[in-house]
C-alpha cells in the first residue's frame, strides 16, 4: 500500500513541519556567506572544524589589529534558532559577529552544533560544550588552530548566546564549572532573549528532547532547579529582554533565580521596550539596535 507523502504527523510554526515518512522540512532555511574579510569592519573571518569524525566546525572572527599584536579576549558565541534553525555561517551572524568584535576589540568563535529535529536534543547541548573544550585545547599556545594561539587570551572568556543559543551559554558555564574545565577562564556570561522553560508542557521542546519532560522540572529548561547552578564559573552575568517578546517572563524568571542562587557573582537585566524577541536581527532599522549593543559591548570589554 503507498504512503501519502504529504501528510504531516507534526506541525510547529515557524520552525518545522514533520511528515508521516519522516521528511522535515522548515518553514525557513539559513542563508550561507563564505568567509573573508567583512567591508564594514575590516574583520576577518575564518571557517575550522572542530571535530572531523562528528563534522562540528565553527566561524572565527578576527577584528582588525593596529598596532603591536597583543592578545584579546575571546568570545565564545552559540547561536540562537530554536535549537532547529541557524548556523555560525548565516549573513546575520557575520555582520553582528563583525560589529561586537569590532566594538568590543574581542575575537570571537561562534559553534556550530547539529540540529533538532533530526539530531534530537540533548545533542546541541553536548556539542556546545564540546566546541569549549575544544577551545580549552589551545591553553598551551599549541592548538589546533593558529588564530587562537596567536590572538586569544583564554585567561578571558565571554560566553554568550541568543534565544536557544542563550540556554546553550548557560548550560556550557554551567558544566565547565562542574567538570572544572581546565584551559579557559571564563569571566562573562551574555545572555539575550533566552529560552527556559515553564510550568506548563512545551510541546515544541518535547518533540526534539523526548527525555525531557517540556516543563521546569528539567534543569536544562529552569536553571533553578539544576543541582550544579552554584557550580558556575564567571564573575557577571548578563541577561537582556524585549518588552514585547513571549519569552520576556522566562528571561525574567532565570534573571531572579541567578540573583537568588547565592553562585557568587553580579547580575544585571537589561530591557528593550516596545521590541520583540531579537529584534536585532529581524528588525535591522530599528533605533533601539543601537543602546542593546552597547550594554552588550560594555559588558563584554575586558582589559
Not at 30 to 47: C, L
Not at 151 to 176: C, F, K, M, N, P
Not at 230 to 242: P, S, T, W, Y
Request: hydrophobic letters at 40%; proline letters at 6%.
Amino acid at each position: 500500500m503507498a504512503t501519502d507523502n504529504t501528510e504531516i504527523s507534526h506541525d510547529f510554526p515557524s520552525f518545522f513541519k514533520v511528515y508521516k515518512d519522516g521528511r522535515v522540512e522548515r518553514y525557513w532555511n539559513t542563508d550561507f556567506v563564505e568567509a573573508g574579510v567583512d567591508t564594514q569592519t575590516g574583520v576577518q573571518s575564518k571557517d575550522v572544524v572542530i571535530s572531523p569524525e562528528a563534522n562540528a566546525k565553527a566561524r572565527i572572527f578576527l577584528p582588525k589589529i593596529d598596532g603591536p599584536a597583543k592578545k584579546l579576549p575571546l568570545l565564545v558565541h552559540y547561536h540562537g534558532g530554536g535549537f532547529c534553525l541557524g548556523s555560525p555561517f548565516a549573513s546575520a551572524f557575520k555582520t553582528f559577529l563583525s560589529t561586537l568584535a569590532t566594538q568590543a576589540n574581542v575575537i570571537a568563535v561562534s559553534i556550530d552544533y547539529r540540529l533538532a529535529p533530526e539530531h534530537k536534543l540533548p545533542a546541541a547541548y553536548d556539542d556546545s560544550l564540546a566546541g569549549l573544550r575544544w577551545i580549552a585545547e589551545h591553553s598551551d599556545g599549541k592548538g589546533p588552530e593558529p588564530w587562537i594561539n596567536e590572538h586569544a587570551d583564554l585567561g578571558r572568556v565571554i560566553l554568550a548566546g541568543e534565544s536557544a543559543g542563550g540556554t546553550l551559554a548557560h548550560y556550557v558555564a554551567v558544566q565547565a564549572g562542574a567538570a572544572g574545565l581546565a584551559g579557559v577562564a571564563i569571566k562573562r556570561l551574555l545572555i539575550v532573549h533566552p529560552y527556559f522553560g515553564a510550568k506548563e508542557p512545551d510541546k515544541f521542546y518535547q518533540y526534539m528532547c523526548p527525555t525531557s519532560s517540556g516543563t521546569d522540572d528539567d534543569p536544562k529548561l529552569n536553571p533553578a532547579v539544576d543541582p550544579d547552578l552554584l557550580k558556575l564559573k564567571c564573575d557577571a552575568v548578563l541577561v537582556c529582554v524585549a518588552e514585547k517578546d513571549g519569552l520576556k517572563g522566562r528571561g525574567l524568571a532565570y534573571y531572579g533565580a541567578m540573583k537568588k542562587s547565592g553562585w557568587g557573582g553580579t547580575v544585571d537585566l537589561h530591557e528593550t521596550k516596545g521590541e520583540d524577541h531579537c529584534f536585532h536581527f529581524f528588525n535591522p532599522k530599528s533605533e533601539n539596535i543601537g543602546p542593546l549593543m552597547k550594554k552588550m559591548v560594555d559588558f563584554i570589554q575586558l582589559n
